[in-house]
């Protein structure tokens, strides 16, 4: 069985604020290099812990459109509230997972949740852009919110635990429905442990270092940067590093480094469409794009206050 093999290790210093509530740095790689090997995922927003004050106006984003892909947050510590034109509405917390299908059109805030926002404290959580195939583009919205409990959960042999949001691993699954196959686990590694993971051939798949180091690849370097962890035969990610795996290989070897690891995992099938990001649109086409700006013109992505 062929390991997989990192392609070239991304990072990413510089922040931004969405809004005022989330204080976040890009992690996937822009323009289209590498496009093809960090799909269907578009955009990675990292909010590495950040402590807030009490308020009583809680920090957030207001009220914004989306269409043609999905939005998936994932709470670290804090708590993130969310409302949309359907209706739909919750709150996430440490553990939990908001799967929100924006499709056709949605129109929807995000912010800290009030009586969280009012003690405050440490908020760390990390959205991810889900491309949605032509075909479903244009579907209804949705929204999931999926419990911490809810979740997959793997022990590995050297001690560490794999939490599945979604995709297949050792028999257990995630509980997100996706529209094409997707993985999205969550891997504590210990410390100096080296795990395999069966990873689909031919999906893409990348790895970003929440917390400590990991090391990975089977030994050869294609691309990527070599660091300290080369000499155990593979290419060392640091924390706040994305590695980028070649597509070939169903196996995903990771090693923790002496302090241990946690480590976001992000798989997926290629869907193979062109495709055109505009703002908080992203469609096939250029005429596609246009028609999103008018049918968010002419209201009809519904309404929210
Ligand atoms: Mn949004």
């Keep these: 069985m062929t390991t997989r093999t990192i392609h070239a290790v991304h990072r990413n210093d510089q922040f931004h604020w969405v809004g005022d509530g989330f204080y976040v740095n890009q992690l996937l790689p822009t323009g289209p290099e590498l496009a093809h090997l960090t799909e269907p995922f578009l955009l990675m927003d990292y909010n590495p812990v950040k402590e807030y004050p009490p308020t009583d106006v809680p920090r957030g984003v207001g009220v914004h459109p989306h269409r043609g892909f999905e939005t998936v947050t994932l709470a670290f510590e804090g708590a993130v509230a969310h409302h949309d034109s359907t209706g739909a509405g919750g709150v996430i917390y440490p553990g939990d997972v908001q799967w929100m299908t924006a499709a056709r059109g949605i129109l929807h805030k995000e912010y800290h949740e009030a009586e969280w926002a009012k ?3 440490r908020f760390h959580m990390v959205q991810l852009w889900v491309n949605l195939p032509a075909k479903h583009k244009m579907d209804e919205p949705g929204y999931q919110g999926l419990t911490a409990e809810s979740m997959g959960k793997v022990k590995l042999e050297g001690g560490g635990v794999v939490t599945l949001v979604a995709g297949e691993l050792d ?3 995630g509980p997100a429905r996706t529209f094409t196959p997707i993985e999205l686990w969550d891997a504590e590694l210990v410390a100096d442990e080296t795990a395999e993971l069966a990873v689909p051939d031919g999906h893409n798949l990348m790895v970003f270092v929440i917390d400590g180091e990991v090391t990975s690849g089977d030994g050869h370097v294609n691309g990527a940067h070599q ?3 080369a000499g155990r035969g593979g290419v060392r990610l ?3 590093e994305l590695g980028i795996f070649n597509r070939e290989g169903s196996v995903l070897r990771l090693t923790a480094g ?6 976001l995992v992000l798989g997926g099938e290629p869907i193979n469409e062109p495709v055109l990001f505009h703002g908080p649109f ?3 086409t250029r005429e596609e794009i246009i028609a999103a700006y008018e049918d968010f013109r002419r209201g ?3 309404h929210l206050e």
Aim: proline fraction near 4%.
């Design 119 to 121: 003690v405050g404290g």
């Design 300 to 302: 009809k992505f519904g």
């Design 238 to 240: 640091a924390q706040q």
């Design 227 to 229: 660091g300290a962890g």
């Design 258 to 263: 002496p302090l241990g690891a946690r480590v």
């Design 282 to 284: 992203v469609m096939n």
């Design 171 to 173: 028999g257990e699954v």
